[in-house]
Antibody
């Protein structure tokens, strides 16, 4: 079955960077975009950006431009989201999700930013 | 960016009740809308795609309707496992945008 398996929880200090991975299985990785969505505790869902695993093309929400980088390794069907210059407001659960219609989601990766 | 609004923001209902949630887009999005259910500590799960198509494996008590700027999600007979937060998502126009969510809890 289609699955997106994300990396484990991270604790980072302000100013640091975090890189979250998302390993796809059960479908052809290069056939569907990967989106990244985050959710702060008690808050709604916030779309961060997308990546086309075939071409490597990306598109980022304006809010994250300059701080986020989405990449992939097609040989292991894995997408990555790196967020830099972390601040406390970046504490959230980060999800990867498949496709332009956002059909399948990973279970989420908790990123905590704290001094 | 297209703004998505949802109403109500929360509601209290009893098992067996019919529940309707509305999602409105700030401009027309054809039927490029999905509905998601999220339970505490879990990832969102898609219930409806293309505004009215039921995702495989989702109970038939869930239904969606609408096109253009106004959409509804209906739960025909609320079950205990349906208490959750529901979000709409438009993917017609870049960037994709979510509604703020509707929390359904027990009356």
């Amino acid at each position: 079955q289609v699955q997106l398996v994300q990396s484990g929880a991270e604790v980072k200090k302000p100013g640091a960077s975090v890189k979250v991975s998302c390993k796809a299985s059960g479908y052809t990785f290069t056939s569907y975009d990967i989106n990244w969505v985050r959710q702060a505790t008690g808050q709604g869902l916030e779309w961060m950006g997308w990546m086309n695993p075939n071409s490597g093309n990306t598109g980022y929400a304006q809010k994250f431009q300059g701080r986020v980088t989405m990449t992939r390794n097609t040989s292991i069907s894995t997408a990555y989201m790196e967020l830099s210059s972390l601040r406390s407001e970046d504490t959230a659960v980060y999800y990867c999700a498949r496709g332009a219609t956002v059909d399948v989601w990973g279970k989420g990766t908790t990123v905590t930013v704290s001094s | 960016d297209i703004q998505m609004t949802q109403s109500p923001s929360s509601l209290s209902a009893s098992v067996g009740d019919r529940v309707t949630i509305t999602c409105r887009a700030s401009q027309g999005i054809r039927n490029d809308l999905g509905w998601y259910q999220q339970k505490p500590g879990k990832a969102p799960k898609r219930l409806i795609y293309a505004a009215s198509s039921l995702q495989s494996g989702v109970p038939s008590r869930f239904s969606g309707s609408g096109s253009g700027t106004e959409f509804t999600l209906t739960i025909s007979s609320l079950q205990p496992e349906d208490f959750a937060t529901y979000y709409c998502l438009q993917h017609n126009s870049y960037p994709p945008t979510f509604g703020p969510g509707t929390k359904v809890d027990i009356k």
